[in-house]
């Protein structure tokens, strides 16, 4: 057996460490998870990812989505970093961190 984590695995763990985020109840438990694993297929590192989950742009994310509190998943964060005039989830990630944002 392989100890190299799947990107499925590696998001699990990663929605597990940022579940005490601002915004993480807005989601759902599956949700989260695919917030993580988005943030990670659109080649963020672990820690751009987290510092997106943990970020104000997880609750604006909720408030352009139509769907009531508690019930938004990672197409709701895809669609608004979609918005963000042509920076890519890893320029935002590492801007956050760069900026202590």
Not at 24 to 42: F, I, P, S, V
Not at 60 to 89: F, I, M, V
Request: aromatic share 6%; proline share 1%; glycine share 8%.
């Amino acid at each position: 057996m392989s100890d190299k984590l799947t990107i499925k695995q590696r998001a699990d763990a990663l929605a597990e460490r940022a579940a005490d985020a601002y915004s993480a109840d807005n989601y759902t438990e599956a949700g989260w998870r695919g917030c993580a694993l988005m943030l990670l297929k659109r080649g963020c590192d672990e820690q751009e990812a987290e510092e997106i989950l943990r970020s104000k742009y997880t609750r604006w994310a909720c408030d352009h989505s139509a769907k009531p509190y508690g019930r938004n998943n990672g197409n709701d964060l895809a669609r608004y970093l979609d918005l963000q005039e042509g920076r890519t989830a890893k320029q935002i990630g590492r801007s956050l961190i760069e900026t202590g944002n």
